[in-house]
């Protein structure tokens, strides 16, 4: 499997420090310094991202955190795009860091603005296109003089800037999960077939080692509407050995009071691969939930756990993406140890989990990018594409973990449907 380039460009280590003088003469204005301050990191073409920024009390303050704040993952299109001058851009792009005090908000009824305290810059250049790990920038920087002290320098920024090659193998399924697709490998113009997708929904699903986990019975046109059970998705290598798959292991059923699959009961597939020790067996990897949020637009929220083993013997899960899908126009699910991405597109910085275990080569201390899975909005015929981090790849059966996972998240916007929805003579058959 050939990889497509990518860089990640980070941005960590953000603090900001304010001269004595100038605190305290800001105490005595419109509004205060407060601490985190936020800011706004920006790149032409990528949508806004936000975090806050520590105010540390003296200028020798030179500790700070090293976690990630920010994270962008640029292709050739997306470098070649910000090299190339505009009609609206003289010069090539740049990096753009606003630093504000305060929040935006109301207090007793009137309007709080925040304040603006400076602004970083960095010019995209050639070198973010060689491909080599790269530190743009690191250290202090005086981002604005203030107003309260006669334009003398004011706050002064840290931070660290860097890149670094992330390549990805990119996926997609030649036609929807329901039909038993092939998934092929994209780069460039070619599509290589690696692996075959076989859906099914039985009546009757186990598997002996993992105790029974589906034993399900009874007609699924009667119960289908009640219950979604009994789906599964068997991933094949090209010999046809089944190295992945993916199964539900608790009904989607409407909650009670309601017509939908709510957040107090949501539905939920057990990924698993081939046990090594023991031949035509399973192992568990991870668990996937997903269930509605109704509102002004619905959503259908897959939250995702890597299920892990601890040394004295017990299980563990840790949370490794909790991600909101239009139902309507669909979305991307996403594993980034280093943010979580939300209905509304801002970016929350996460902590790394520890004690992943040995499951596969995922890491989660490692951070940063491990996949994305776009899928469409339920009723539309899609063929879900998926990216997925070389580095968390050593081997076919890594990779197609994660197309179980994609064909998971891809059916749950379906299991998701509201149970009182009349569904055409075609849906009901395809089923």
Known sequence: M????????????????????????????????????????????????????????????????????????????????????????????CLQIVVFSGKKGSHCGVGVKRQQIGTFKLEVGPEWGRGKPVILFNGWIGIGKSKWNGGKPGAELHLRIKLDPDPRYVFQFADETKLSPQIVQLQGTSRQPIFSCKFSQDRVSHLDSLNNFWAFSGDYRETERRERKGWKVTIHDLSGSAIAAAFITTPFVPSSGCDWVARSNPGSWLIVRPDSCRPDSWQPWGKLEAWRERGVRDLVCCRFHLMSEIHDGGGGEILMSEIFLNTEKGGEFVIDVDRQVQA????????????SGDLTTLSPVAGGFVMSCRVQGEGKTGKPSVQLAMRHVSCAEDAALFMALAAAVDLSVEACRPFQRKTSRRNRHSW
């Open 344 to 355: 509304a597109g801002t970016v929350t910085p996460v902590s790394s989990p520890q004690n």
């Open 2 to 93: 050939d990889p497509k380039a990518f860089i990640r460009l980070s941005i960590s280590s953000l603090r900001l420090r304010v001269p004595s003088g100038q605190l305290t003469a800001a105490k005595s204005g419109f509004q205060a310094l407060t601490s985190p301050c936020s800011c706004e990191i920006r790149l032409r073409g990528f949508p806004l991202q936000t975090t806050s920024v520590p105010l540390v009390s003296s200028p020798e303050s030179g500790s700070g955190s090293q976690n990630i704040a920010s994270s962008f993952y640029l292709e050739e299109s997306d470098l070649k795009a910000l090299l190339t001058p505009s009609c609206f851009y003289a010069s090539h792009s």
